[in-house]
């Protein structure tokens, strides 16, 4: 596996910056002026991608389902999927769009077809569903097509993202990364579990993030600061609107301070070396004690601990070095309230 990939020019991973990716999903309504809306939103709010969802009612799901007394019946959500479904016709359209914005266009293919359309159009990354971690064909299928695979683990155990990658591997596409998800809409805080990032990233050694359906910002921002290279978040114009995706989506402004705050997160992390930034410097001399004289100190006078004290500001020797002096002699005439340097002292 490789530690960093590369989408549309972005290298990711750690030590880069984070990707930030909104989920349009379905919140486009149908209406292609109203996508094209949500893109600009996007860009605009900070993200790096913008993500739809490549799919057909019958390609995903059965029109019929089981009811409580085991009959089979019309699936409810069959014709609000068939309307929410991107048209074949508007995925070009859509990744023109993005790229006229200089936002990346990602899509997330739940079937062959869909796959292979959105192969045709050349695109950067594929993004793979976590419902789609057992859909060994299709794992198979985008993998052989050799691009770049972001693939959402929701729901699943360990063992099963084992075999996910391996099938990937096995198609030697070594271009993946993993997002820890939690396949809820949207689930509580305690059922998130970001943690489960770190072991990812120890597991398979390539970048990890986190795809988010929790209210808020404090979960992305959390998992940045755990090594996300990836978060994946929601986005609507607006949350009262109807459809399936909006209630748990972000809306732009919120977007927005999510993308800031993760930006400020990356900078606050640092590089992990011990030591005082450049504008730490500063404090050292301000906030740190030195040895100054309490009293004036004839030169050729022994110096004791009554005739020193410890305070700030540091422009003289510093505390450790007191009882090297303590039984010295003054090298010369020592004025009140002055610091004490080496060179104050006989040797």
Known sequence: MRSTIEIGGRRVGAGYPVYVIAEIGSNHDSDLERAKELIAAAKDAGADAVKFQSFTAEGLINPLRPDDNGNWVDHPAFPILQKLTVPEEWHAVLKK????LGVTF??????????????????????????????????KQVAAY????????????????????DIIIGEKNYQLALLHCASLYPPSYSDVNIRAMATLAREFGCPVGFSD???????????????????????TLDRKLKGPDHPY??????????????????????????EPSKNEMAERVGARRAIYTKVDIPRGEVITSDM??????????????????????????????????SEDICE
């Open 213 to 235: 359906h929790t209210p808020g910002s404090e979960a992305p921002v959390a998992a940045v600061a755990l090594g996300a290279s990836i978060i994946e978040k929601h986005i």
């Open 146 to 165: 050799g691009k770049p695979i972001i693939l959402s683990t929701g729901a699943a155990y360990l063992d099963e993202v084992k075999r996910a990658v």
């Open 97 to 100: 769009h993005c790229a006229s």
């Open 308 to 341: 020193v004290k410890l305070v700030r500001h540091a422009y003289g020797m510093e505390p450790r070095e007191l009882s090297g002096i303590i039984g010295r002699v003054a090298h010369r005439d020592l004025i009140k309230d002055m610091p004490l340097r």
């Open 106 to 139: 990602l899509s997330a293919p739940f079937e062959p077809g869909r796959a292979e359309l959105l192969n045709s159009l050349n695109i950067d990354a594929f993004k793979l569903a976590s419902g789609e971690l057992t859909n060994e064909p299709l794992l």
């Open 249 to 274: 989506a972000m809306e732009v402004d919120e977007f927005r301070a999510m993308v800031n705050a993760i930006r400020n997160v990356e900078l606050a992390l640092g590089t992990g070396i011990k």
